[in-house]
């Protein structure tokens, strides 16, 4: 099967449950405060600016370089951040709920702390299995992630052979397409997730040669940091070319 000829993956930008969430970890909090469901987080006035930042890099793309198609997460920060950052380019984009972001079952809305306090057995039971193969009740492990992006990937393939696609997705997501694009083993992607923090509209990228994709860039946030765009946190730049 022929692959694509180049896929890029984009965390959606700051949202207001990203603002309460940290306020909540770093406050020593057990539960996070956020109101509404999490298909319905909204962007933050940060987050925003950051799509638009996303919007600028890819009008300074090529014709050539530009994606032919964007994939889409169908929950709102990510629809937003779409909606941002395609405005004026042309490029098409499609809502597919198989992009949506890891679900957390019981441990929704709480905090590392609040889910050792609350629910301790969750809390050693994650501890035993380890975040690739954890399944919260009511939850998705990350392999069940895995199963709906590779099914995505496939479809992909298919339908846009030798073609540009860009995903708008979330955390897990960018982790979990550098799994696949780049066949890592569990091992392996644990130290990348270990050691990284991927920033809201972070730009991962790989290109086709030798008849398998190759990496670009991984959680680049240079277009961030041109004049004019939002501060970025320092805790939150991992970037780096691969």
Request: hydrophobic share 40%; charged share 25%.
């Amino acid at each position: 099967m022929e692959q694509l000829q180049w896929l890029g993956v984009i965390r959606h930008g700051q949202s207001t449950g990203n603002v309460i969430a940290q306020d909540a970890e770093t406050g020593g909090l057990e539960a996070i405060d956020i109101p509404e469901r999490d298909a319905d987080v909204p962007l933050s006035p940060t987050g925003r600016e950051q799509a638009e930042a996303v919007g600028s890099w890819l009008s300074g793309l090529s014709p050539g370089e530009r994606p032919q198609v964007a994939i889409v997460s169908p929950y709102l920060r990510t629809r937003q951040t779409a909606e941002l950052a395609l405005a004026g380019t042309g490029i098409p984009a499609v809502v597919d709920e198989r992009l949506r972001d890891r679900e957390l079952g019981v441990l929704d809305l709480l905090t590392g702390r609040g889910v050792e306090a609350r629910l301790p057995e969750e809390y050693a039971r994650r501890a035993r299995h380890g975040k690739f193969y954890y399944r919260p009740p009511g939850g998705e492990s990350w392999v069940d992630v895995l199963l709906r992006l590779r099914a995505l990937l496939r479809e992909l393939r298919q339908d846009h052979p030798g073609g540009r696609v860009l995903l708008f997705g979330h955390e897990a997501t960018v982790l979990l397409v550098r799994y696949l694009a780049e066949s890592l083993s569990e091992a392996e992607l644990m130290e990348v997730a270990h050691a990284t923090t991927v920033a809201n509209c972070s730009i991962s990228t790989w290109r086709r040669g030798d008849d398998v994709l190759r990496p670009e860039l991984f959680n680049s946030v240079a277009h961030l940091h041109q004049e004019g765009a939002p501060p970025t946190r320092q805790e939150d730049v991992n970037a780096e070319p691969v």
